[in-house]
């Protein structure tokens, strides 16, 4: 599986509460997306909320939480293993890997829009083992958050100083 949205090894921006979807539409050939309500919205605003989008909400809310895939569960209401076949059907891979997901898209933006050590960001997401987040952004996004971090710079630094325009870097 890939991982949440990749652009030539960068990931490209969406608002930091949104939980992307990637739901097959019927005679689609791509992928649609949709974005969950915004966390700030009390769930009992949300009365068809499936306990599949509810948990996805719970996560984007606090990615940095330690969470345990029993405790999710209880939430929502759910067993573990109940909560793990709908969550895939509904997002295609199970909750702690969409935490992954999730957690791997914050770093990418705190790289980006930060000067912190690359381990302080990874603990700010959740991950608690520096070697542990960098195999996970690794596998999620393509590349290590340091070669992450310098391409994000480099492609920032290339403006135009007369006009602030940003140009591409050749591919």
């Not at 090894?9 to 649609?32: C, F, K």
């Amino acid at each position: 599986m890939g991982g949440l949205v990749q652009d030539h090894g960068l990931l490209a921006t969406v608002p930091p509460h949104a939980v992307v979807l990637r739901t097959a539409a019927a005679m689609s050939i791509g992928p649609s997306w949709r974005v969950c309500p915004d966390e700030t919205t009390p769930s009992h605003a949300y009365p068809t909320e499936t306990a599949a989008h509810h948990a996805a909400r719970l996560l984007a809310q606090d990615p940095g939480r330690d969470w345990r895939l029993r405790d999710l569960a209880n939430l929502v209401h759910l067993s573990t293993s109940q909560l793990g076949r709908v969550f895939s059907q509904s997002f295609g891979m199970p909750p702690i890997q969409y935490l992954a997901h999730l957690r791997a898209h914050r770093l990418a933006e705190l790289l980006v829009e930060t000067d912190l050590p690359i381990g302080v960001a990874m603990t700010r997401v959740g991950w608690r083992s520096r070697g542990h987040a960098a195999r996970q952004f690794t596998a999620i996004v393509g590349v290590s958050p340091s070669a992450y971090r310098l391409t994000a710079t480099q492609r920032a630094s290339l403006k135009c100083p007369c006009c602030g325009q940003r140009s591409e870097l050749p591919r």
